[in-house]
């Protein structure tokens, strides 16, 4: 085909242009992944909650820094309309001490255990004492069955497993059933209090206070309801969402998606303009070329094709290229990166790419249609 003739006849011409587009893909593909490992670095302890909707005390959407549900806020909710089942989910700060460089942390607390996360060495937690922790704790130093202790609360608790992608606000989580979560939480509070002059420890009127308490209500809904309906039936008490709505709205996460698409997009208008301004000056140069087989009854429909056929093939191996150099961009950064590859997304950025290629091919098509077949017999029309 002559497309593929003309490619083949000028490989370093084709193969800088394929370079310049790969590095346009992989661009990319990069920020596409980095975009999606913020999103979990940020708020995939949060996003991840096996519930339909997340509940918030009034006016602290969607913060869990800020959110407390006491017991009776719990079981309320529980006895809402269309609430199939409730429990409870514990959020607060803590530093891991017993490490060579000390380092913070996020402690969970879930009410219904952590049999909902997905272990990738060692167990669920069982115990009290016992804690799953986040994969990235690992690369702090932590190893399966070593005892952490928790600052400022001074509480010590055994590594039985790791789990992934439950970061939060990029830092490493701890998980723990919720009733751990509340010595914890008080105690974070608390801090090093020394008793008061009767004697009595300073926890006690705490622990009572925040009994069976939790930050936030992790709900599943009964078969046909909805969260418009429930939302209704709380009124202004509490807030809902689903627990990605509630990861995208926190933490500066929207700000944060708005930047990174947009250098998406910009990262394929790029690539659109620099497909379409090669070809629309290849069309240029060729314009004798063009005319004459115009004078010999090629169409424009046909011209126009065999110039879909070279981009077709120069995006698509520019493609792969791109996509070997995002990954080995991603295999060089360092562990703690935020780099989360996700094949719908780079799916989506190369079809992207691929429909803004084929709509700056309008240029060249623009001259095409220009082009007079005349000009190929030495005449310019009149």
């Known amino acids: 085909m002559p497309a593929l003739k003309e490619l083949l006849g000028s490989p370093l011409k084709f193969a800088l242009m394929a370079l310049a587009i790969a590095l346009v893909v992989s661009l990319t593909m990069v920020t596409s992944a980095m975009s999606e490992g913020l999103l979990t ?3 995939g302890a ?6 339909d909707a997340l509940v918030f005390q009034r006016d602290t959407y969607p913060t869990f820094e800020r959110s407390i549900l006491s017991a009776d806020d719990l079981d309320g909710i529980a006895d809402t309309p269309g609430v199939e089942s409730v429990y409870g989910v514990g959020h607060t700060y803590a530093s891991i001490g017993s490490v060579d460089e000390p380092f913070d942390v996020r402690v969970f607390g879930l009410g219904d255990g952590t049999a909902q996360l997905p272990i990738v060495e060692g167990r669920h937690a069982e115990e009290p004492d016992e804690a799953v922790l986040d994969t990235t704790a690992g690369l702090k130093g932590i190893e399966l069955g070593d005892t952490i202790t928790l600052t400022p609360m001074d509480t010590e608790l055994t590594v039985v ?14 998980w723990v059933d919720l009733t751990t979560w509340e010595d914890l939480h008080v105690a974070a509070l608390l801090g090093r209090v020394e008793a008061d002059s009767t004697g009595a420890p300073p926890e006690a009127g705490m622990a009572e206070r925040f009994a069976g308490s939790a930050s936030v209500a992790a709900v599943r809904l009964a078969p046909g309801a909805t969260l418009d309906g429930i939302q209704r039936e709380f009124g202004d008490r509490y807030r809902m969402a689903t627990p990605e709505d509630s990861a995208d709205a926190g933490n500066g996460m929207p700000e944060m998606i708005l930047a990174v698409s947009g250098i998406q997009g910009v990262s394929i208008v790029i690539g659109a303009l620099l497909v379409g301004v090669f070809f629309y000056i290849t069309t240029l140069h060729k314009t004798s070329q063009i005319a004459a087989i115009k004078a010999i ?7 126009y094709r065999d110039l879909l056929m070279q981009i077709t093939v120069l995006v698509a191996v520019a493609t792969v290229l791109g996509t070997v150099l995002a990954l080995g961009a991603g295999a060089g950064m360092p562990p703690m990166m935020a780099f989360d590859p996700d ?5 989506v950025a190369v079809l992207a790419i691929f429909g803004t290629a084929y709509l700056g091919s309008l240029f060249s098509l623009r001259s095409i249609l220009k082009i007079d077949p005349a000009t190929a017999l030495g005449r310019t029309s009149a």
């Open 343 to 347: 094949v719908g997304r780079w799916g």
């Open 297 to 303: 009854g090629a169409s424009n429909a046909y011209l």
């Open 46 to 51: 949060k996003s991840s909650l096996a519930a």
């Open 41 to 43: 670095g940020m708020a």
């Open 161 to 174: 497993g790791f789990t992934e992608g439950r970061r939060y606000v990029m830092v490493p989580t701890v």
